[in-house]
């Protein structure tokens, strides 16, 4: 099987504007978990996604956003760009009958 | 509120040299305790999941056990190429893992 994939690899942008991030599940799993990591938080919890509706959300302002599709793809989109949201963007795709979940290999986002 | 603490922060051995991460945890309703890899610039790797107390699970030079409050992560004759960050996390009644800072393990030559 195909292991989570996620584009871009890397992105650069400046203060002030948006970004859309995308991951691929692995096939046949429906909940995609998005997590941003940084160096000094480690790895907080964003969003989740099952069957295109979000199920858990954690403590991030509004301007993280995301969604998914009904092939199970997700997209999360940061509005607004603040210096601070440079991180490691990590998507991670579960089945719902088990619990561990499969990380991608992550989107570098660094904010100027 | 789920909790995991990870020690020690970076942990460097020799190559051959034996050693354990511990990872402590407080969380309601234990769903599973998860081990990943982590190098450097790339997403964390699924290694076990632990469900109860007693537990234990190998894989190569690893073996992850698991206490009511405790897991650790015996790392036997460590190479070179095990070295990377160590993630512990636990799934609580909420589903969402809550995940430790890790342990940064550096094995020398």
């Known amino acids: 099987k195909a292991g989570v994939t996620q584009t871009p690899r890397y992105l650069i942008k400046t203060r002030g504007q948006q970004v859309t991030l995308s991951c691929s599940p692995i096939s046949g799993h429906r909940s995609v978990s998005w997590y941003q990591q940084t160096p000094g938080q480690g790895l907080q919890f964003l969003f989740e996604?099952?069957?295109?509706?979000?199920?858990n959300k954690g403590n991030f302002p509004g301007r993280f956003s995301g969604r998914q599709f009904s092939n199970s793809r997700s997209e999360m989109n940061v509005s607004t760009l603040e210096l601070g949201d440079s991180a490691l963007y990590l998507c991670?795709?579960?089945?719902?009958?088990?619990?561990?979940?499969?990380f991608g290999p992550g989107t570098r986002l660094t904010v100027l | 509120e789920d909790q995991v603490t990870q020690s020690p922060e970076a942990l460097r051995l020799q190559e051959g040299e034996s050693s354990s991460l511990n990872c402590s945890y407080t969380?309601?309703?234990?769903?599973?305790l998860f081990w990943y890899r982590q190098d450097p610039g790339k997403g964390p790797e699924f290694l076990f999941t632990?469900?109860?107390a007693g537990e234990e699970k190998e894989k190569e030079r690893l073996k992850a056990t698991l206490t009511k409050k405790e897991s650790f992560l015996h790392i036997t004759a460590p190479k070179p190429e095990d070295s990377a960050t160590y993630l512990c996390?636990?799934?609580?009644?909420?589903?969402?893992?809550?995940f430790g800072r890790g342990t940064s393990l550096i094995v020398h030559p």
């Open positions: 991670a795709s579960r089945d719902p009958t088990e619990n561990e979940q499969f």
């Open positions: 969380v309601s309703g234990l769903r599973g």
């Open positions: 996390a636990v799934g609580g009644g909420s589903y969402i893992p809550t």
């Open positions: 996604y099952f069957s295109e509706t979000q199920r």
């Open positions: 632990l469900y109860s």
